[in-house]
Nanobody, 122 residues
Framework: QVQLVESGGGLVQAGGSLRLSCAASGRTFSSYAMGWFRQAPGKEREFVAAINFSGGNTRYADSVKGRFTVSRDNAKNTVYLQMNSMKPEDTAVYYC???????????????WGQGTQVTVSS
């Protein structure tokens, strides 16, 4: 069982930056790949970024590539999403998720956080 709690969301102007954190419970955090997803009103949940169990492999959605960076600190049981050059279309609820598989589809992920709101004003 893994419990995930996101933090760091908020309101930011276009072009600004935010860093999301996702703190995980449990002693097996380093066994899981971690993903970030987002869901805007009226839209399906979409993949943003993922990082493998060691942090040595990452994957990004084309829409955030070059602007967002995912990282993890296994000693702190925490995964991060650094978001730079933000755009109004980045506005969504952001979720972190944990998986024993390596993938970018929501169905690959077993455990989910409650989400944190990110709003980018133009």
């Amino acid at each position: 069982q893994v419990q995930l709690v996101e933090s760091g969301g908020g309101l930011v102007q276009a072009g600004g930056s935010l860093r999301l954190s996702c703190a995980a419970s449990g002693r097996t955090f380093s066994s899981y790949a971690m993903g970030w997803f987002r869901q805007a009103p009226g839209k399906e949940r979409e993949f943003v970024a993922a990082i493998n169990f060691s942090g040595g492999n990452t994957r990004y959605a084309d829409s955030v590539k070059g602007r967002f960076t995912v990282s993890r600190d296994n000693a702190k049981n925490t995964v991060y999403l650094q978001m730079n050059s933000m755009k109004p279309e980045d506005t969504a609820v952001y979720y972190c998720a944990a998986s024993l598989l390596w993938g970018s589809t929501p169905t690959s992920y077993r455990y989910w956080g409650q989400g944190t709101q990110v709003t980018v004003s133009s």
